[in-house]
């Protein structure tokens, strides 16, 4: 499951983009291969179901201990093909599994026409079978998917999420079910961080940073936090400018353009975007 993404990440949604930057000559951005942070991803479900909550831990027991989880993973860290998930129309005379996500956090969640996939996708729409429910998908800006299922818009959120107390205010997390650090984009030719060997080193550069140099990182995400410090999360931030965007690919494709100088977002989604404009 560890695997690092290679070419199986040519089905990035972000494909679309390449041509808006130009074919190239090589890569215009590489990752730091070091872990800045040690996160666990879970799902959030409405507070008012503690039935979906243990419905939802038994499922990820059982796609765990069978090795389903880990088939789907491989899917989008390996060399499996990935499974394009459909969503019903919301209907409330229907039996239905109401799914708040954000769309455009490849490999977990994303887009290819009407048809949704990722790691998140593919679980969900297997729970959904286990429960006999029809699947409803709600793609939504990502700092909406917990509100809406702590206002009872949606039933669960997956959406790539890291557990921590904020979102605890609106759902009930269910078991994790991933481990997720954050990661570091540069430019290609960028070797402000050649020589690091541990997240210390790279946070010692980055406090020797102030306002003049700009990170980007996708809004309502663990990064943003990681960059402006955050006490709930013991994340002291920098000095830097920060700049949130809807999705990590836009941070990315402003790194390119020259209008900021670094994207801090999920090594796993780090991985894709990378991959998908080198590409």
């Known amino acids: 499951?560890?695997?690092?993404?290679?070419?199986?990440?040519?089905?990035?949604?972000?494909?679309?983009?390449?041509?808006?930057?130009?074919?190239?000559?090589?890569?215009?951005?590489?990752?730091?291969?070091?872990?800045?942070?040690?996160?666990?991803?879970?799902?959030?479900?409405?507070?008012?179901?503690?039935?979906?909550?243990?419905?939802?831990?038994?499922?990820?027991?059982?796609?765990?201990?069978?090795?389903?989880?880990?088939?789907?993973?491989?899917?989008?860290?390996?060399?499996?093909?990935?499974?394009?998930?459909?969503?019903?129309?919301?209907?409330?005379?229907?039996d239905q599994l109401v799914v708040a996500t954000n769309a455009?956090?490849?490999?977990?969640?994303?887009?290819?026409?009407?048809?949704?996939?990722?790691?998140?996708?593919?679980?969900?729409?297997?729970?959904?079978?286990?429960?006999?429910?029809?699947?409803?998908?709600?793609?939504?800006?990502?700092?909406?998917?917990?509100?809406?299922?702590?206002?009872?818009?949606?039933?669960i959120a997956m959406a790539g999420l890291t557990v921590n107390a904020a979102r605890e205010e609106y759902?009930?997390?269910?078991?994790?079910?991933?481990?997720?650090?954050?990661?570091?984009?540069v430019k290609a030719g960028d070797t402000t961080f050649d020589s690091c060997k541990t997240a210390e080193e790279i946070e010692a550069i980055l406090n020797t940073l102030d306002e003049n140099t700009t990170i980007g990182a996708q809004n309502g995400t663990t990064g943003l936090l990681y960059i402006e410090g955050d006490a709930d999360w013991e994340f002291d931030g920098f000095k830097v400018t920060s700049k949130g965007y809807k999705n990590g690919s836009l941070a990315v494709q402003d790194l390119i353009n020259g209008n900021i100088n670094y994207v801090i977002i999920d090594s796993a989604p780090a991985a894709c975007i990378a991959d998908a404009y080198n590409k």
Do not use: R
Request: proline share 3%; net charge negative.
């Open 1 to 94: 499951m560890k695997k690092f993404i290679a070419l199986a990440m040519a089905f990035c949604m972000l494909a679309l983009c390449l041509t808006a930057c130009g074919a190239g000559s090589g890569p215009k951005v590489k990752v730091i291969d070091i872990e800045l942070t040690n996160e666990l991803y879970a799902f959030g479900v409405d507070k008012d179901k503690p039935e979906l909550l243990q419905q939802t831990n038994d499922f990820i027991k059982k796609i765990m201990d069978n090795g389903k989880f880990d088939e789907i993973c491989d899917k989008y860290f390996g060399d499996g093909t990935p499974t394009p998930v459909t969503s019903a129309q919301l209907d409330s005379s229907k």
């Open 104 to 155: 455009g956090f490849e490999p977990f969640e994303y887009m290819d026409g009407d048809n949704y996939l990722g790691i998140d996708m593919e679980i969900a729409a297997l729970l959904a079978e286990e429960l006999g429910l029809e699947l409803v998908i709600q793609n939504m800006d990502f700092d909406a998917v917990c509100l809406s299922v702590g206002q009872h818009k949606c039933d």
């Open 171 to 185: 759902v009930t997390f269910t078991n994790s079910y991933y481990n997720a650090a954050q990661k570091i984009i």
